[in-house]
């Protein structure tokens, strides 16, 4: 299977209905899935999914370019499926064990 060598865009993905009905229960803005996907480190999560995981890392990487979501944004994974859909948008407090580096 092939990964996407290009980061998404939100405006690019279509959103599931758990994804819409998680990130609103969530709290998790446009602007913050924009910079999980566009700062994230990218790992598999099976089934052909690439989950995008903004931790600590990445956060103080990426700080100059993060400044006013960081604090929202700092461990938020957003789950995208091989045909470009978000399929579920979550807090985490690190990746998750089956997940492995893309």
Not at 8 to 37: F, N, W, Y
Not at 39 to 62: K, N, P, T
Request: charged share 25%.
């Amino acid at each position: 299977m092939t990964f996407p060598t290009s980061r998404p865009q939100v405006t690019e993905l279509k959103m599931t209905a758990h994804a819409s009905t998680r990130r609103q229960q969530r709290g998790i803005a446009d602007g913050v899935m924009e910079a999980v996907l566009a700062f994230g480190d990218a790992y598999r999560a099976g089934d052909g999914c690439i989950a995008y995981f903004l931790g600590e890392q990445a956060v103080r990487r990426h700080a100059p370019s993060l400044r006013r979501v960081a604090d929202r944004a700092r461990n938020v994974a957003v789950v995208v499926s091989g045909d470009g859909a978000v399929v579920t948008v979550q807090h985490v407090p690190r990746p998750k064990k089956y997940w492995r580096a893309a």
